[in-house]
């Protein structure tokens, strides 16, 4: 599927039909029994200069997606072109080359940097590897800057990530993946992890980052609300499929899709005095391993249809750059503000 922009960025990443199984073993000699389809053809673009939100529940395939965009799992199916260059067709050291173009900033501070290794070594550890920098004293010299970038001291670099919380031993991560100069970075819930008072810091330093650096995001999450604050648009996956994709604003004024609508109905108001209609939906996420006919959502949909149990919706442009999966818009139809949140005035406070 190609998306039809109409913008003045070009894309740099295209992400079509994108499928990742894994195999179920079972038995003395360990056949494959089953497939989990953690992954099942999931279609987006991410412009240059963006940040590109991917959201859903735990177990939606999130982080499966950004993982197999980098090759660091094999992919089942389907294409990645980044830069105009197909990824799963390069050969190993083209592979390489290309990596220092995507790097990849992981959820965990704790488990992503290797205790025995100093600082300083863990953010130079990709220049050697790439080449990068003269001499040991070079590259020395942009470990420091990139600390002081990233708002840590150089005299860090000497230290252990035991010595640092989690926010900083996350600002490491950020340095290494800052290190090789790469165009795109998947940013798999870096603050998930983190306190909420760090998160703000965090998700700031991103920002800035991408403007010094003309920095690509994916931005992997399940917090809308951090969504909201970074993200230029927004894809939303269930089950392994992309429901809806739109930019930020359109996303969170008028979504379309019944799952993106119980999402957003949960974030709580800012306004004490106001308060938002919620959906609650029942019934619990079906496996991967067998998922449900026809439209993925359809057991847990307030807005179900007969279709929606038999025939699995397409992935539509419903409205300009708002693409949606939902039988609720049949093709060809223009479709209205289809939600908008029941705010009432709440009893005043005695």
């Known amino acids: 599927m190609a998306f039809d922009i109409g913008q003045s960025r070009r894309d740099l990443l295209v992400v079509q039909d994108l499928k990742k199984y894994f195999p179920v073993r079972a038995g003395l000699l360990q ?9 099942d053809g999931v279609s987006f673009t991410i412009r240059e200069g ?3 939100g991917l959201v859903g ?13 980098l090759r660091l799992i094999p992919p089942t199916g389907g ?17 390489k080359a290309m990596r220092r173009h995507m790097q990849i900033i992981f959820q965990d501070p704790y488990s992503s940097l290797d205790p025995r290794m100093p600082v300083g070594e863990i953010i130079a550890e990709g220049m050697m590897i790439h080449g990068i920098g003269r001499n040991a004293q070079e590259r020395a010299e942009i470990v420091a800057d990139l600390l002081q970038k990233v708002g840590m001291n150089p005299y860090h670099a000497r230290r252990y990530p035991h010595e640092f919380s989690g926010g900083q031993r996350q600002r490491i991560g950020i340095a290494r993946a800052l290190a090789l100069r790469p165009k795109f970075i998947v940013c798999d819930e870096p603050v998930s992890a983190l306190d909420v008072s760090v998160q703000s810091a965090v ?13 690509t995001y994916l931005f992997i999450a399940h917090n809308l609300s951090v969504v909201e604050h970074i993200s230029d648009r927004v894809g939303v996956m269930y089950l392994g499929k992309m429901v809806e994709v739109t930019d930020r604003e359109t996303l969170f004024r008028n979504p379309l899709h019944p799952y993106t609508q119980a999402l957003l109905s949960a974030i709580p108001m800012p306004n004490p005095k106001l ?11 079906p496996s991967p391993l067998n998922p449900p006919r026809g439209c993925r959502f359809h057991p847990r949909c307030p807005r179900v ?11 539509e442009q419903k409205q300009p750059d708002h693409w949606v999966a ?17 705010e009432k005035n709440a009893s005043p406070v005695n």
């Open 275 to 285: 308060k938002r209609e919620r959906i609650v939906l029942t019934g619990d996420v």
């Open 57 to 69: 529940e735990s177990g939606c395939g999130k982080t499966t997606v950004g993982r197999t965009i």
């Open 305 to 315: 249809m007969d279709i929606c149990k038999e025939v699995e919706p397409p992935f």
């Open 203 to 215: 998700l700031n330093l991103l920002r800035s980052l991408q403007r010094e650096f003309g920095l």
């Open 326 to 342: 939902c039988h609720l818009y049949p093709s060809g139809v223009t479709v209205p503000n289809a939600w908008q949140p029941v």
């Open 50 to 52: 963006e940040t590109f």
């Open 31 to 39: 056949r494959v029994k089953a497939w989990v389809k953690a992954v």
């Open 79 to 95: 294409n990645v072109f980044f830069d105009g260059e197909e990824i799963f067709k390069l050969r190993r050291r083209e592979l």
